[in-house]
């Protein structure tokens, strides 16, 4: 992988911080499994703005694994970086860590795949990167 892509997919990585509220929250008190794929999206959006600064679009998910329950009331944070590179297109994964607001535990509690292809001013795909 040349020097200049590895450099903007280190630049890219994103991070956000939310907190888990119960307006976010299922009736076990953790955290809506679509708030969660919402909060990836726009974590993964990010990531392929800035590894791109064209305009994405999300294509596809893949593989969204929730391996553990977000309860109402700790901290997550939602971290995107680029794993592939194509001509239209780039690959983002997004990892949710969650963290008790007043312990030192932190764990990963989903991850995911997301695609996202560059588009041009009639949302057709153009590529990703300038040559």
Known sequence: MDHDIRERIKNA???IFKAVFPNTTNHYD??????????????????ATRFSRKKVVTVSTD???FTKPIPQGTLVEL?????KV?????????DIFMEHMYE???????TGIFTFV????HKKPTPI???
Do not use: N, P
């Not at 953790?30 to 990531?47: H, K, N, R, V």
């Not at 971290?79 to 794993?83: E, N, P, R, T």
């Not at 030192?104 to 989903?110: F, G, P, S």
């Open 13 to 15: 990585e994103t991070h």
């Open 79 to 83: 971290i995107a970086h680029v794993i």
């Open 63 to 65: 593989k969204i694994d």
């Open 118 to 121: 560059a588009v041009d001013d």
């Open 129 to 131: 990167m300038d040559i």
């Open 104 to 110: 030192d535990i932190r764990e990963k509690a989903v």
């Open 30 to 47: 953790t955290l809506f499994g679509g708030t969660a794929l919402q909060l990836m999206d726009e974590a993964s959006f990010i990531c």
């Open 86 to 94: 194509g001509r239209t297109s780039c690959v983002v994964q997004v």
